[in-house]
């Protein structure tokens, strides 16, 4: 009983791994804190040179 224990144990967490990989990642990519302040300035660039065109 014990061995099938074992062996029901291992096929289980193999399927779990298998169908972790399947589903796919939920979470956002991670964007560091130069990039954020990089595209705030480029976003707040971009905003002024329209107003000051218009």
């Known amino acids: 009983m014990n ?3 074992k062996i029901n144990q ?3 967490a ?3 791994k298998a169908n972790a990989k399947l589903v ?3 979470k956002e990519r ?3 804190k130069a990039e954020r ?3 705030a300035a480029e976003s ?3 905003v002024s ?3 000051e065109s218009e």
């Open 3 to 5: 061995r099938k224990k």
């Open 10 to 12: 291992i096929l289980k």
């Open 14 to 16: 193999r399927a779990k």
């Open 24 to 26: 796919g990642n939920n």
């Open 30 to 32: 991670y964007i560091s």
């Open 37 to 39: 302040e990089k595209l």
């Open 44 to 46: 707040s660039g971009d």
């Open 49 to 51: 040179t329209a107003s």
